[in-house]
């Protein structure tokens, strides 16, 4: 598994500004190879996914390899956005990670129903986040196969000695 990875996209639907500025801060620190972008609600995101709006020009939205969806966002909630994309058959195979505060057992199970890959809640202390952030990006970048059209391939083992 010592192969080398193309850099994935790594695009971050999620309205708080702080939480935003911590992602990019502390991703760079852990895995500074993928990008990262960001999108501010439903609707910015579903305009970067479909190449629409402010995202016309190309190669102003890469496809990406992981969505990281924050699931109350104005505009267009992230509820709406995961069952829309997850209905779009160009789209349907990127992997969607739920971010989001909610602790809520409906929540972990809706999101399930709807298609999301994993659900993870914020920690509120920030060391917790960080680490959840590292953590994350070894799975998604280092353990899990996502090829460059988002198509997840669960076929990945650790490294022994991991």
Excluded at 26 to 33: H, I, Q, V
Excluded at 45 to 60: A, F, M
Aim: with cysteine.
């Amino acid at each position: 598994m010592s192969e080398i990875r193309e850099p994935l996209t790594v695009l971050v639907a999620d309205d708080d500004e702080d939480d935003r500025a911590f992602i990019e801060k502390n991703w760079a620190k852990s895995r500074a190879a993928n990008g990262l972008r960001f999108v501010v609600d439903g609707e910015e995101l579903t305009e970067y996914l479909n190449h629409t709006g402010r995202y016309t020009e190309p190669g102003s939205a890469p496809r990406p390899g992981v969505i990281l969806l924050d699931l109350n966002m104005p505009k267009k909630d992230g509820w709406q956005a995961l069952r829309e994309i997850k209905a779009n058959p160009e789209l349907c195979e990127i992997p969607i990670v739920i971010l989001t505060t909610s602790k809520a057992e409906e929540d972990i199970c809706r999101s399930n129903d709807l298609g999301a890959d994993s659900y993870i809640t914020k920690p509120v202390i920030f060391e917790a986040l960080v680490d959840v952030l590292r953590v994350l990006g070894k799975y998604w970048f280092q353990i899990v196969d996502v090829s460059s059209e988002g198509e997840s391939i669960l076929e990945a083992a650790l490294q022994p000695g991991e």
